[in-house]
């Protein structure tokens, strides 16, 4: 399989969602070479879930702050992208299970952080996620960790999701990405969360706090976004022993599309 190796920087909420998807429908639509992308959020978004109410975040306050808002085209619950990495992966399922495809990401993920000398693990437990979703502190998406996520010592460091579609050859397409975390300050989700009090708000960030880990945290030092990337590279490059496109190579299409088109806050 031909693979493209893509770093689209850091841009904006609806610039990153909507690239995603783009390259997705371009898949189920021709041939072309799978992708994986990562990208950094400027300025910081605030993503929901596909399914998720916009209710449950107090857009106010994320004007306030600087934030964005925008709609994930995956499931899952809010992030609040800033101090990461995040990758995606758009491939051709070729019969794949949806755990299948995430351990096979997660391994590459793993191969990378590994290079940077995280001591990562995967997931083995999968939560009863309709219990989950009905506590409060599920609104927040690193709360909790599905089967093959990525943890240190028990601690959440990556969170992901992922969307099949479906094309004429009765193939599907999958579009994963997700967050890798390099500083701590995905625990601000807390506080543009609506229907919480001051204790509940202070109660969750704890928990979060306990939950989650970030690699600066990890490794002791700051990390730099280039220097992720690169080992990330590495890490599928060795996990999947594949060999990248020369950069640039048949990206022209997805990259000239309007990033004003993209985007407002999600309905």
Not at 134 to 154: F, L, N, P
Request: aromatic residues 8%; charged residues 25%.
């Amino acid at each position: 399989m031909v693979w493209q190796f893509r770093n689209t920087g850091c841009r904006t909420g609806a610039f990153n969602m909507r690239y995603d998807e783009r390259l997705a429908q371009s898949l189920v639509a021709s041939d072309r070479p799978s992708v994986v992308r990562f990208y950094g959020w400027d300025p910081p978004a605030i993503s929901l879930g596909w399914h998720q109410d916009i209710g449950e975040i107090d857009l106010e306050k994320c004007a306030e702050a600087g934030i964005d808002v925008v709609r994930r085209p995956t499931g899952g619950r809010a992030i609040l992208h800033s101090d990461e990495v995040t990758y995606s992966v758009v491939t051709v399922a070729s019969q794949k299970s949806i755990l299948s495809v995430y351990q096979e990401v997660s391994e590459a993920l793993v191969s990378g952080l590994r290079v940077l000398g995280a001591d990562v693990a995967l997931e083995k437990s999968q939560p009863h996620f309709p219990s989950l979703y009905r506590s409060s502190s599920a609104v927040a998406c690193y709360a909790s960790a599905a089967r093959y996520e990525i943890h240190i010592a028990g601690r959440k460091l990556v969170g992901s999701a992922q969307r099949r579609y479906a094309r004429r050859d009765g193939e599907e397409v999958v579009l994963q990405h997700g967050s890798i975390l390099l500083g701590p300050d995905h625990l601000r989700m807390v506080d543009f969360l609506k229907a919480l009090d001051d204790d509940q708000r202070l109660e969750l960030k704890c928990e979060l706090q306990g939950k989650t880990i970030d690699l600066a945290s990890a490794l002791d030092r700051t990390v730099e976004r280039d220097e992720v990337v690169l080992a990330l590279k590495r890490g599928f490059e060795q996990a999947w022993s594949i060999e990248f496109l020369p950069s640039g190579t048949g990206d022209q299409e997805e990259d000239a599309f309007d990033e004003g088109s993209a985007g407002g806050v999600p309905k």
